[in-house]
T-cell receptor, first 116, second 119 residues
Framework: AQSVTQLDSHVSVSEGTPVLLRCNYSSSYSPSLFWYVQHPNKGLQLLLKYTSAATLVKGINGFEAEFKKSETSFHLTKPSAHMSDAAEYFCVVSVPPGGAGNMLTFGGGTRLMVKP | GAVVSQHPSRVICKSGTSVKIECRSLDFQATTMFWYRQFPKKSLMLMATSNEGSKATYEQGVEKDKFLINHASLTLSTLTVTSAHPEDSSFYIC???????????????FGPGTRLTVL
């Protein structure tokens, strides 16, 4: 079985300061890990994904995440927050397929608020 | 990147009526699509896996007779909420894999969601 825990339900930062959204996972397999962002009343947009290549993954909009197997973590970071980054962020682990199509397990989500 | 669309984006209906939501992969084929439900300020809950040309696989606790899923082609899956009630009001989101092989490394692309309100 696999699970994903996002350690903070809410994170508030000031514009221009660094962002850290924490994610821990558990999986019986070598996981594929994703970060998605969801703006209000919108669908989910892929930020980045880890698929056993480089442990430091760079995504869109200046976000990056580092896969640390020893810590079972996949924290999302950004050096400088922008007002447009305010949204809900989901850490996701992919279940190896037992049939056609992989299945995703979602973390509970972290709401990022950016103050001017 | 791959694009998934949903229609309608928003629907309001009376209790007891049925509502159909379409999910389309616009520029790729998807053997498998997924249907999620999201409650306010909550994470996504997988409802069912939609398989092209075969029956959908429902998650535990999801009524298959209430949430009818049809995956008629490699680019279209539909979710029909039958005899809708106010407690079915929610945000419904579909997704599709970019790859036909269904590998765990495949990216899932999500539709923009459909907000259903049942009066």
């Amino acid at each position: 079985a696999q699970s994903v825990t996002q350690l903070d339900s809410h994170v508030s930062v000031s514009e221009g300061t660094p962002v850290l959204l924490r994610c821990n996972y558990s999986s019986s397999y070598s996981p594929s890990l994703f970060w998605y962002v969801q703006h209000p009343n919108k669908g989910l947009q892929l930020l980045l994904k880890y698929t056993s290549a480089a442990t430091l993954v760079k995504g869109i909009n200046g976000f990056e995440a580092e896969f640390k197997k020893s810590e079972t973590s996949f924290h999302l970071t950004k050096p400088s927050a922008h007002m447009s980054d305010a949204a809900e962020y989901f850490c996701v682990v992919s279940v190896p397929p037992g049939g056609a199509g992989n299945m995703l397990t979602f973390g509970g989500g972290t709401r990022l608020m950016v103050k001017p | 990147g791959a694009v998934v669309s949903q229609h309608p984006s928003r629907v309001i209906c009376k209790s007891g009526t049925s509502v159909k939501i379409e999910c389309r992969s616009l520029d790729f084929q998807a053997t498998t699509m997924f249907w999620y439900r999201q409650f306010p300020k909550k994470s996504l809950m997988l409802m069912a896996t939609s398989n092209e040309g075969s029956k959908a696989t429902y998650e535990q606790g999801v009524e298959k007779d209430k949430f009818l899923i049809n995956h008629a082609s490699l680019t279209l899956s539909t979710l029909t909420v039958t005899s809708a009630h106010p407690e079915d009001s929610s945000f419904y989101i579909c997704s599709a894999n970019e790859g036909l092989a269904g590998r765990s490394t495949d990216t899932q692309y999500f539709g923009p969601g459909t907000r259903l309100t049942v009066l």
